[in-house]
């Protein structure tokens, strides 16, 4: 039988019983469970990389330092992931574009560096792709017989020569191999101010134009073009929202409501950075209105975008088919980024998210869920329970579901515990785990990592809250646990908590626990996952 510790996991070994009876084996077998010890998995390929906390789904450049996504464009069946790079050392330095590719936003081709530094315009900083369909920038070169399209990226220019930060414009015609900077950059000069960047481009088509949001100080400003060359102001928007800091990395789309039917709205994601020292960087969203020229909105709060603490400048992927909208972010804070523990390479993505809206009573929520083309990488189902099963104290389940990589659904019922979740990264012998809890009377979720491990920094702090009201008291949660970060995707992807973690290797083990009372599993399943590389 699964071992556990009597005294202690008395009403547990009930559950574990119960739910070693519904576990099928690995492989598809669903008649020949495991007696005892893990579930049989058939061993992954090697890693490529096998440094401590290297991420085995999550995107990494292979060294060397990386921040924010960049430059996301879907074109001729590739997914294009260009970032803000430093190739030569594992900090923040003068920055480049690095860049990879995907056919299917799990598995990831590393390319050559794509912009780099320029003595006269500055250092290259984030920005943004789309697909010059019609050739409005009359820079696409077709080939003949063939319409002229290509990629066109704008993005920000910082310092150079006159130490100012500006958007130029850079276009690919081979597939984004190459990326041509226009002659008569840059293409919207500085118009006074320090902060003025991020530049996120899409084509607006009711009113036949493409439209540029960026990030102005405390403010976001909205420009117009029939070119990509030439832009004129619509627009400001903001100062908005309670959160302290200079506004970066703005994001703009339409998306319809679930719920309503016939009715869209339109999101407004802006991170807000108070500064390396002051306080934590984070994502907020607005929900609201753009009629082309100007963003409306009757939010005054903020809404975090993910309650965790590394998740930051999000971009979503522009000309994606049927219009998914699809985000991916850098999953770091500027709090702490620069003394991650983890060498050649420093900076990972989170995985990349499919992002919704959906009404919620009187709410329109943002719902944000794993892409689903990573359920390709499950590999081995380590455990399954169908419930109702009850469980009291700790149910360790570290003997069948223990992993690296780890994909958990369950769905708990809460009512009559105070508080009751689950813990990844189990160590026992080291006293480490990272805890997702419930507090049924405070109504939120929280993501504990001040055990997970190597705690580097004063600055990386432990505790991450969320508020949360559930109906009929069901928590159902999705979470994926990397080398090196969990993200929880809670009541349907709509509260989403995403955390760096730096546990022991042996730090491996599963466990579901409840205090003040019991509760209820109405679903587990766990897989291990495969890594992309
Ligand atoms: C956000 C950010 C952007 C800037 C880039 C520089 O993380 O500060 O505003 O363009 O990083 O790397």
Known sequence: MIPFRPHRYAAAAALLLALSRGLPACGGRTDDAPE????????????????????WFHFTPETNWMNDPNGLV??????????????????????????????????????PVALAPDPVGGQAYSGSGVVDRW???GLCRGAPGEAASCLAFLFTRHGGADGTEKQDLAVSNDAGRTLEPYAHNPVLPNPGGRD?????????????????????????????????????????????????????????????????PGETRWVLKVD?????VIGDSGAQFFVGWFDGARFLTEQVETRRVDFGADFYAAQSWSDTPQGRRIWIAW????????????????????????????????????????????DMLRHCLLFRAAGPLEIHGEADLSDRAAGETLEIRAVLDVRRARRTGLRVGVNPDREEATEIAYDTERETLSMDRGRSGTFF??????????????????????????????????????????DLVFPAPESRGVALFTEGGPAVVHALEIHSLGHIW
């Not at 992931?81 to 299917?104: C, K, N, T």
């Not at 928007?237 to 998306?255: I, K, M, N, Q, R």
């Open 36 to 55: 005892s010890g893990s579930a049989v998995c058939p061993p992954l390929p090697e890693p490529v990389y096998t440094e401590p906390w290297r991420p």
């Open 457 to 498: 920094s004063e600055r990386f702090s432990g505790l991450h809250e969320a508020p949360l009201a559930l109906e009929d008291n069901l928590l159902d949660l999705h979470i994926l646990v990397d080398r090196s970060s969990v993200e929880v995707f809670a009541a349907g992807g709509r509260v989403v908590m995403t």
């Open 196 to 260: 003025f960047r991020d530049p996120k481009v899409f084509w607006h088509e009711p009113t036949g134009r493409w439209v540029m949001v960026l990030a102005a100080g405390d403010r976001v400003r909205f420009f117009a073009s029939q070119d990509l060359l030439e832009w004129t102001w619509l627009s400001d928007f903001g100062p908005a929202g309670t959160e302290p800091g200079v506004w970066e990395c703005p994001d703009l789309f339409e998306l319809p409501v679930d719920g309503l």
């Open 331 to 374: 999953m770091n804070n500027w709090r702490y980024a620069l003394f991650t523990p983890t060498a050649p390479w420093r900076g990972a993505m989170t995985v990349p998210r499919e992002v919704r809206l959906s009404k919620q009573g009187e709410e329109i929520v943002l719902v944000q869920r794993p892409a689903p083309e990573l």
């Open 135 to 137: 050739n409005t920038s």
């Open 272 to 276: 807000f950075n108070p500064g390396i």
């Open 74 to 111: 879907f074109f001729r069946g590739e997914y294009h992931l260009f970032y803000q790079h430093q190739p030569e050392i594992p900090f923040f330095g003068p920055m480049h574009w690095g860049h990879a590719v995907s056919r299917d936003l799990v598995r990831w081709q590393p390319l």
